[in-house]
């Protein structure tokens, strides 16, 4: 398939400028002001449109195998390209979890018959499959998972021992979920003494507070540094935990990186009132100034890249008690537009939101060809019109689940096209091409 984009108005590595883009056999063949459309090419009027290069969410849940009554590869890579992700990697807390190869390959079959989007699956670690997880190609899969707090199934690593053997002997990226499970367990044990199991979801910050977020993130940053290995820490939610994190080394140099995820930067502990369960993450939403801070780490690059961690569950589900509730929401189609948001609010210029959201991911993992719009690379592209407006609503939505924690709210900007490896996906409100995803690859 031949495209041209005419018109556009293109921001990549900290440049905006207008133009054109031609598109041969999935790849960026030619970036000029002026393309003349080749015979019986396909061409995009992107005229006072944004051209982006797609966005790179490096933590989504998508719930599949054995948790598909909430989601799976097929419904949620669909919503990321309507939101202009155009490429996931996608974490091993599914039924089973993914602690062996073969379970790990039975997700790449399902990425490539499912997926809309370019797809990477980690390895999950637990504190008796070493052996699995030192087979793992660093070649083709983007990290192993390691759950220092709470998780689905055996995948809790909290033994001394283990985490030590992880950090000494894996050569891929190690991303964690950093939250101290004795300090959890102790404040909830506080809150049923006062609540019983009527705990308001406004405790939630109180629960699964800063000192459980910053031990656990302190411990893998010490374990990192002891034995010099890739650490990502997933998800920061307190400004406590911003001290780990180092501001004066390049990206492409750090071994120790971080990620801020959208309901972080958009909500605070005085939306629980409102949303109720349906903000109720792990780690939780906290503090106004929490939020201020971890703003302040993204734009000086404390915090390397911004993603969703989008996990849902159904409508039914969020519904019930704080207690029982579990915690996650869906966000992959509304991320792109709540950060478009806050360009348009002057909270972050555009050139920063294209390098937090396609760049600096590209970067840390290192992916092959992806992550921006050069010649050569492949053609994951968004094309944003600035002038017309998004709203949500039931309606719309494209999730399993249904809901959306944005639902009401109408953002300033629209999705027009998304285009993965130089494939039209989402245009004019639709899904066009529905499995145009390929795994994604690394640079070893």
């Known amino acids: 398939m031949t495209v041209v984009i005419k018109n556009g108005t293109f921001v990549n ?237 390049p990206l492409a140099d750090k071994k120790i990186t971080a990620e801020a995820c959208v309901h972080h930067l958009w909500f605070s502990n005085e939306d629980y009132p409102e949303k109720g369960n349906f903000i109720k993450w792990n780690p939780a939403v906290k503090s106004l100034k929490d939020r201020e801070a971890i703003w302040d780490a993204v734009l000086d690059n404390r915090i390397d890249v911004i993603a969703t961690d989008h996990a849902p569950h159904t409508l039914e589900e969020k519904s019930l008690t704080y207690s029982n509730a579990p915690s996650g929401g869906p966000l992959v189609q509304h991320a792109l537009l709540a950060m478009l948001e806050k360009v348009k609010q002057g909270k972050i210029s555009i050139e920063r939101l294209v390098e937090k959201m396609s760049h600096s991911p590209a970067i840390l993992f290192r992916i092959e060809n992806r992550g921006f719009i050069r010649e050569g690379y492949n053609a994951d592209l968004v094309i944003v019109d600035p002038n017309s407006t998004t709203p949500v609503n039931k309606t719309n939505l494209l999730y399993q689940c249904g809901w959306s924690p944005f639902e009401g709210y109408t953002f300033s900007h629209k999705i027009n096209t998304t285009l993965v490896n130089g494939q039209i996906v989402w245009d004019n409100n639709r899904i066009v091409s529905p499995a145009s995803g390929e795994r994604l690859m690394f640079d070893l």
């Open 13 to 249: 590595e900290g440049v905006v400028w207008s133009g054109d883009l031609l598109i041969e056999n999935g790849k960026i063949s030619k970036i000029s002001s002026v393309i003349d459309p080749p015979v019986n090419s396909t061409e995009i009027n992107a005229d006072g449109c944004y051209v982006l290069p797609g966005c790179i969410d490096d933590q989504v849940h998508f719930r599949e195998p054995g948790l598909t009554h909430k989601a799976c590869i097929r419904t949620e890579s669909r919503a990321a390209v309507a939101g202009g992700i155009t490429s996931f990697m996608e974490m091993p807390n599914t039924v089973p979890n993914t602690l062996t190869q073969d379970l790990l390959a039975e997700k790449y079959l399902l990425g490539a018959k499912h997926s809309a989007a370019n797809y990477s699956f980690f390895m999950g670690a637990s504190n008796d499959n070493l052996e699995e997880v030192l087979k793992t190609d660093a070649k083709n899969v983007c990290g192993i998972k390691v759950f220092m707090g709470s998780s689905t199934g055996n995948m809790l690593v909290d033994n001394e021992q283990t985490l030590n053997k992880l950090f000494a002997n894996v050569p891929l990226l190690i991303a964690t979920h950093c939250e101290d499970e004795h300090t959890i367990k102790t404040n909830l044990a506080k809150f049923k003494e006062i609540y019983g199991e009527n705990i308001p979801v406004e405790a939630h910050p109180l629960i699964r507070d800063e000192n459980a977020c910053f031990l656990s993130s302190s411990l893998a940053v010490s374990l990192a540094k002891k034995h010099s290995a890739r650490l990502h820490v997933l998800h920061i939610s307190t400004e406590k935990e911003l001290s780990l994190f180092d501001k004066s080394i």
